[in-house]
């Protein structure tokens, strides 16, 4: 109905059109405001909104309402048309079956000094969302990750290893154990052990046996906690990429540059680019010591995957602090005459603090991400119990994972990517208010109404009253969202979408007898629960929670 509308305002206009939706429904189910035509036709907006509502067609009743156009679409033909699609696709509902653009998307680039920590759930959880509301608009997508396991910071943690690690094994989660050093390292730091760590690194470049054999031990450590972790959050990539692997072919393509005049040295023998034209001032792509930056080898890991993937657009999953980096990475590229590199796109996201402030690294001051996965699970299982005492164990681990990370990733999905987060375990996992477990209930409670009235008979659409034709507008709606989602690269809309029309499902509950309702009405109902349910399922899918039947 929104397509025909805009079709019918485009025949007058001549021109694309956007809709609004009312904020109250009697003033209609899509408005077009007035206002931008004024300039143009030279009329006040209120009279080019009468002359409109007397000349635009269609299967819809129109009326002027100020300034705006008011549409009121044929209720019983909508719910028609949106429960018999939803019915026919099911788990196809909200997906674009055209062939759409080949997308990388990079998530979530750990440095191997360190464990996973909150931050980096929010990094994973915004990169699989995206990755899955791409995949729905039709694109191939491929999910590469790039592991940092060189540079001054990895010097940092295997120079305290060194001095005070004793050869010491793992006595607890491997990243967690390497961490441990980098904390020991920022406790000790001094002018002394900065220079040491920069030479441990120079040491690294030459090959050094010793320096090389002690990073492969600590970089195995990280990596085996890590991938223990994706395990634990069901995450996986097509493709790693190791800094370690390709900064020398970075080296070589700054060194070719400076041979060819793109970039030059400065007064202390760093290899720089003046973007100063761009507003970015100059960048060091060389440090003086011969030793490479974090710009220089993503400058050859963007060209390295270019080469194995082709793709037509790349989306870098990077926290706000990173945004210079980037907007000097794609300068570059560009400069290098790389075309793919206006295709790149850096999605930017918040912090994520705690209730006692900002998380620090260095300090030892984080949320490891296991300890909060742990953590949310014994949460989500405490609820459980109060509902269910005589559950079984099995049963209760089962439900605590599915609620409990799906509590997680709801909570911080449902915040736009670039707001800091005030992250709270407890808030999150409630089964009231604007929370994932919320949503599943929603889900929970169609799955029990179907599960005690069977889906047959007549079918009258007519019999429908308001909550339930606002429940079915809510739902036509789904497929927009998604569409939105994935163009803005906004989990966000996704999520809030499922809460409204979880809201919407529990106030036509609320007032609406489902079971109870006579043949046909029953019948319309069911499948309008059944509906409701799927759309629930497919949008908890698109951001990867499970919708479970029982909580």
């Known amino acids: ?21 009312p904020p109250d429904s009697s003033l209609g189910d899509y408005a077009f405001p007035c206002f931008p035509l004024a300039k143009e036709f030279k009329k006040n907006p209120n009279d080019i909104a009468i002359e409109l509502s007397e000349k635009i067609k269609g299967d819809f009743r129109v009326e002027a309402k100020g300034a705006y156009l008011n549409f009121f679409v044929d209720k019983v033909k909508r719910s028609k048309t949106i429960l018999g699609k939803i019915f026919l696709e099911k788990s ?34 915004l990169g699989v969302s995206v990755k899955n509301i791409l995949s729905a608009l039709g694109n191939k997508v491929v999910m590469v990750d790039i592991v940092n396991d060189r540079g001054v910071h990895i ?4 120079l305290a290893y060194k001095l005070y690690g004793k050869n010491k094994k793992p006595d607890m989660k491997s990243d967690h154990f390497v961490g441990e050093y980098y904390v020991i390292y920022n406790k000790k730091a001094n002018e002394e052990m900065e220079k040491k760590a920069q030479e441990l690194l120079v040491k690294w470049e030459k090959g050094d046996k010793e320096t090389v054999s002690l990073w492969k031990e600590m970089n195995k450590w990280a990596l085996d906690g890590f991938n223990e972790t994706y395990k634990n959050v069901g995450f996986k990539v097509d493709k790693v990429y190791y800094e370690s692997e390709h900064y020398k072919e970075g080296k070589k393509l700054v060194l070719d540059g400076l041979k060819k005049g793109i970039f030059k040295k400065n007064e202390k023998g760093a290899v720089v680019i003046d973007l100063s034209k761009e507003g970015l001032g100059d960048k060091v792509l060389l440090r003086e010591d011969g030793t490479s ?13 270019y080469k194995d993937f082709k793709m037509d657009s790349m989306v870098y999953v990077v926290g706000n602090e990173q945004i210079y980096h980037f907007n000097v990475l794609f300068k570059i590229l560009e400069i290098l005459g790389y075309k793919f590199a206006k295709n790149c796109y850096h999605l930017v996201y918040g912090m994520v603090n705690l209730p006692e402030g900002k998380m620090k690294s260095r300090e030892g001051k984080v949320v490891d991400a296991d300890d909060l996965i742990s953590g949310m699970i014994d949460l989500a299982m405490k609820e459980t119990k109060k509902r269910y005492e005589k559950i079984s164990k099995k049963e209760l681990l089962k439900r605590g994972r599915i609620i409990g990370l799906g509590a997680l990733r709801f909570y911080i999905l449902k915040y736009d990517p670039l707001k800091d987060i005030l992250f709270n375990p407890e808030e999150s996992i409630s089964f009231e208010g604007d929370t994932g477990p919320y949503v599943q209930y929603a889900h929970v409670r169609c799955s029990s ?3 005690h009235g069977k889906l047959s008979g007549k079918i009258d659409y007519k ?4 909550y339930d034709h606002e429940l079915v507008k809510v739902l036509s709606e789904f497929s927009g969202i998604v569409e939105k989602a994935g163009m803005d690269y906004k989990p966000s809309l996704v999520a809030n ?8 499902f529990n106030e036509f509950y609320s007032r ?4 109870k309702a006579k043949c046909a009405l029953k019948n319309s109902r069911l499948k309008l629960v059944y509906c409701t349910r799927q759309v629930l399922k497919n949008g908890l899918s698109l951001l990867g929670i499970d919708a479970p039947d029982e909580m």
Request: net charge positive.
């Open 1 to 21: 109905m929104e397509e025909e509308i805009k079709k019918a305002l485009k025949k007058i206009l001549k021109k694309d059109v956007e809709l609004e939706i």
């Open 92 to 125: 196809r509902y909200g997906v674009v079956s055209k062939k759409g653009k080949k997308v990388l998307v990079e998530s979530p680039g750990p440095n191997t000094n360190k464990p996973l920590h909150l931050g980096h759930l929010r990094n994973i959880f």
């Open 155 to 158: 010097s940092k943690s295997m």
């Open 293 to 305: 930056v974090y710009v220089t080898q993503d400058i050859s890991l963007a060209i390295k995957r």
């Open 449 to 451: 109404i179907l599960g």
């Open 463 to 466: 019999l429908f009253n308001e």
């Open 497 to 504: 979408y499922l809460l409204e029309l979880a809201k919407k």
């Open 512 to 515: 609406n007898p489902v079971l």
